[in-house]
């Protein structure tokens, strides 16, 4: 089946048509949703990622013209290729190791929070990945010798594994790059006054401190309660962003605060 087949397109479907139909798919076998289905999911990430750039589309319709000639193996072996562009040197001996093969991976953020372990099935082999955590939507991780073997070659080593990593999103905390991002809904007078508030992300509980003085939309940055910048040592930043919330009041209420405004106007 062919990825145009996967996203339900025509061949000559525009990017736009490509980028509506993975949006539609992509929502309807999401694994959060009741009805969905990781594996299909997994197949329309991996269709958009070829289909949805230009240059891997050129590419991947380029092998898919040559398959037509010679066998479904030799187009197989291009669809599971890390790069179109190194295969064609790849499987005619110009190069020295066999294809790199693409593994597609779904990761929780509580797993990229922590890190995980990952157990990679090739079919004629299966071992551990160790996935760090920090690691980020799109990013690849290479396993040197444990892909295909050379196709004119036999005595070439064999190419590599690239595990491409999607981070499913997390509906409790909003994540930008290595920040969480929380909003607060709090009465004026909290704002006024300054407060204390628990937050709970899906990771921890904190308490953090409102200044007296703030005000609707400010931000508050409390460094290193973020997510694991990858391949560092650090945290990202938690965003604490605050929010007015409506108050009724009373009238005796009403009438401290035109108090206030008096005073304020005589100062």
């Given at each position: 089946?062919?990825?145009y ?12 048509a ?12 999401h ?10 999911f ?25 398959s ?8 197989e ?5 890390d ?21 597609q991976?779904?990761?929780t ?9 990952r157990?990679?099935?090739m079919g004629?082999?299966?071992?551990k ?16 010798g444990?892909?295909?073997?050379h196709?004119?070659?036999?005595n070439?080593?064999?190419g590599d ?11 409790d ?13 709090l009465?004026?007078y909290?704002?006024m006054?300054?407060?204390s ?18 005000y ?11 997510i694991?910048?990858?391949?560092s040592?650090?945290?990202g930043?938690l965003?604490?962003k ?11 209420q009403y009438?401290?605060i035109?108090?206030i ?7």
């Open positions: 089946m062919s990825y087949d996967i996203l339900e397109i025509d061949e000559n479907a525009t990017q736009d490509i980028k509506k139909a993975y949006r539609k798919l992509a929502k309807q076998h694994p959060d949703k009741d009805t969905g289905n990781a594996d299909k997994k197949e329309v990430s991996e269709a958009y990622e070829h289909l949805g750039d230009e240059m891997k589309r050129k590419k991947y319709d380029t092998a898919r013209q040559m037509g000639g010679m066998g479904n193996d030799f187009f072996y291009f669809r599971n290729s790069d179109f562009s190194s295969v064609f040197d790849s499987a005619f001996g110009t190069r020295a190791k066999g294809p790199d093969f693409v593994v991976i779904q990761l953020l509580i797993e990229v929070y922590y890190g995980t372990e157990l990679i099935d004629h082999s299966k071992f990945l160790k996935i760090p955590k920090g690691i980020g939507n799109g990013n690849k991780l290479k396993l040197k444990r892909g295909g073997e196709p004119m070659n036999s070439a080593p064999k594994v690239i595990v491409t990593c999607h981070v499913l999103p997390n509906m905390v909003i994540v930008n790059g290595s920040d969480i991002w929380v909003d607060i809904d009465p004026f909290d704002l006054l300054g407060t508030v628990n937050i709970t992300t899906p990771f921890y509980s904190i308490k953090v401190d409102v200044p007296k003085g703030s609707n939309g400010k931000v508050l940055r409390i460094k290193g309660q973020g694991p910048i990858y391949k040592e650090g945290y930043n965003m604490v605050l929010n007015v919330i409506k108050t009724e009041l009373n009238e005796e009438r401290l035109e108090k405004k008096h005073i304020d106007k005589n100062k």
